[in-house]
């Protein structure tokens, strides 16, 4: 039986000046303490502007095995080494291609990640025996004050059990970890809400891994061409062969009750919607939905009682940066009821609402409908 050392978590607020960057954190007690918490092997949980990453010395093989042991993160999903500055691009990675460095002059500090060719300084532990590994400059003054104080690059990936939702609030990374790490660093609310977007440089033609932060289309204003992976774009698990990002092999950010994603347009998909739900209930099960707030409207608009149901609204179709910001504390709150099926609302796939659906058909396990 394994036995686990319980950790004393500490957790710490951080509260950003209005209107200034992350000079101004650099001399702050907490942010010292967490940054030698790092130094010396430690794990620190930390608000970037996507969701909370759990830290440790990217460059320390222990350090990192730790993270892997909190988390129960499977040994061959790699991390992403997190920088708070160009200076440490090139100790992790000697040789940057010239379009690598052109969008990471365009996007960084952003929520992009290059995956590029490993340098000898970057241990396997951390890239899960690739030779390949994923960089990226957070947008966050908490991030880069803590990563610039450490003066290490800092390996960080989501900071939740395996298998549960990102954390985009404190609260979700105490829930997840609580025992398990030395400190958490409470920056409020994440702002974009879904994570970076994973982008293979080292090919011709950039490839993305995991849609994101950053967009598609907001990629090829700045390259050109850039190509989705065919399992991103088909929806679908890798259970075939090796995958190109480790992480497409693991069922992500499923909740606890079974869910169905339902695309389509309006108003189809939110008559099909509202007979899947009205069919469940009649079969007695507890009805749980993420749902538009034009979806509550068109409820509200037609009489339709929803009184028995658990909703969870993520915001407007028309503004998926708000669905990003609201997917994952819409999918944590709907865990904390006593739901038996889930509906998710397919939204729209431009933008930012690549991600979101990807995400929602994670959590869907990949049981999709079409209205
Ligand atoms: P997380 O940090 O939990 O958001 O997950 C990081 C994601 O980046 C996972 O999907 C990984 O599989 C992917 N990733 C990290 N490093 C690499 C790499 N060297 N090559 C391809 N994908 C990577
Ligand atoms: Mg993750």
Not at 85 to 114: C, D, H, K, N, Y
Not at 219 to 242: F, N, R, W
Not at 341 to 350: F, M, R, S, T
Request: charge should be negative; include cysteine.
């Amino acid at each position: 039986m394994e036995v686990r050392m319980q950790k004393n978590t500490q957790v710490l607020q951080v509260v950003v000046p209005p209107g200034r960057g992350p000079d101004v954190l650099l001399s702050s007690p907490v942010i010292q303490a967490a940054a030698k918490v790092l130094q010396q092997g430690g794990l620190v949980a930390f608000p970037t502007e996507t969701v909370y990453g759990l830290g440790a010395n990217g460059l320390d093989s222990e350090a990192v095995a730790g993270i892997f042991a909190a988390k129960g993160r499977p040994a061959d999903n790699p991390l992403i080494l997190h920088i708070a500055a160009m200076e440490t691009l090139e100790q992790i990675v000697p040789e940057v291609p010239p379009l690598a460095r052109r969008l990471a002059q365009s996007f960084w500090p952003g929520p992009l990640t290059l995956v590029l060719p490993k340098g000898p300084a970057v241990p396997a532990v951390t890239t899960g025996g690739l030779d390949t590994v994923a960089v990226r400059m957070p947008d966050h003054p908490i991030a880069l004050a803590l990563l610039a104080a450490a003066g290490v690059p800092v390996a960080a990936p989501s900071a939740n059990i395996s298998g549960r939702p990102s954390p985009t609030e404190a609260a979700h990374v105490t829930a997840d970890l609580q025992g398990r790490i030395d400190i958490i660093l409470d920056g409020g609310p994440t702002p974009v809400g879904v994570e970076s977007t994973v982008l293979d440089c080292t090919g011709t033609i950039p490839v993305i891994l995991r849609p994101g932060g950053v967009s598609k289309e907001a990629l090829e204003d700045v390259v050109g061409t850039v190509e989705l992976d065919s399992h991103v774009q088909e929806g679908e698990a890798v259970t075939d062969g090796p995958a190109r990002s480790p992480g497409m092999k693991y069922k992500h950010y499923a909740p606890k009750a079974p869910a169905v994603l339902v695309r389509g347009e309006p108003p189809g998909l939110f008559m099909r919607i509202t007979e899947l739900a009205q069919e469940l209930d009649a079969q007695g099960e507890m009805v749980g939905l993420m749902a538009s707030r034009e979806l509550l409207d068109y409820w509200r608009g037609q009489g339709i009682d929803q009184s028995k149901w658990q909703v969870m609204s993520m915001g407007s179709r028309t503004n998926p940066g708000e669905l990003a910001a609201n997917i994952y504390r819409c999918l944590r709150e709907l865990d904390e009821t006593n739901v038996t099926q889930i509906i998710l609302e397919g939204v729209p796939a431009a933008g930012v609402g690549l991600a979101v659906m990807n995400r929602l058909q994670k959590a869907a396990a990949y049981r999709v409908v079409d209205a």
